[in-house]
């Protein structure tokens, strides 16, 4: 395979397809990895879509699977493992790293796809043929049990719901999830998983809720005032990325119930908040950004021995490379929770 990554040139413009060479050498602790497949995600087309700021130009992508081919200095055994990999590298050193426990916050973070092509070889998203990984970028191997199109996304996507999730409200009966995305439907099988014996999810996207009972939810078309009385819920979790979900979410939790957000990744976020509703009803509103290493582990080991659920049915067949305008432009349309793009299907340029 010749080595090629698309470029982003900038909002409204199309990705330019190039080839470079790859790395000679590789720095201690790095790894480069033959992308296999790369999913789209919800920040990546913020970013397509002018909502968030990005280097420009550079190759964007995070969530995908590969195989290593080459190593750095210290990391020899993982040479030609199948993995995918924390969408953060951090120092382990900062107080982020060791007394907060905050990695994905590290004061020396690096992310999968979000440097400018100049910084460092240019190999730094997944949508491209090769990405090479930093030392501190924590790998896990991907069982053969899980395919590709499963796997690629478990380090956004299914990571960030394991985080989310690591701790609920006691007892725990009765949770809303706000959006039926891949993150919401995700959130709605790990909670069953859980023991959380009802779950509502909410989105204004009929074909998404197509998908609800198949993940273990009650399906509600825009609102969850149908299912749900007042103050009932235990838990929300809002993945919709609109703020508008907030006021019916906080109507809908009991006295010392628990929101979690993480859908807000746009500057596009505010929200009205009566301080009186927050003391009164003794509520837990926490943000979620990204995961620490042991979320990606908790991902990885759920999605190796899953329920019953059609995980592969939620994203069709990859396009190639070279397609990923209309990529794109698909995962705009939001009618699939996820889009897939390979390097390997087109020919090379």
Known sequence: MIPRRAVFQGVGRPFSIET????????DGSVLVRVDLATICGSDLHTWLGRRPTPIPGVLGHEGVGRVVAVGHGVGHWLGRRITWSLAASCGRCAACTRHGLPQKCRELKKVGHDALESGDGWHGTYASHLVLPAGTHLVEV?????DR?????????????AMLETLPQPCELAVVQGAGMLGLGACAMLRARGVE???VVDVAEPRLAHAAAFGAEPALATARAHCAPRSADLVVELSGDPRVVAEGLDLLRPGGAYHFAGFVHPDSRFELAGERLVRGCLVLRGFHNYAPRHLDQALAYLA??????????????LPLERLDEAFAL???RTRLRIAVRADLGPPP
């Not at 470079?20 to 720095?27: E, I, Q, V």
């Not at 069982?143 to 395919?147: F, L, R």
């Open 20 to 27: 470079a060479p790859l790395p000679d050498a590789l720095a």
């Open 143 to 147: 069982p053969a049990s899980i395919p």
């Open 150 to 162: 499963v796997a690629a996304p478990a380090n956004c996507a299914w990571a960030t719901v394991a």
């Open 198 to 200: 009802r779950v509502v």
């Open 305 to 318: 021995d899953p329920p019953q659920v059609p995980w592969p049915e939620l994203i069709p067949a990859p």
């Open 331 to 333: 995962a705009a349309q």
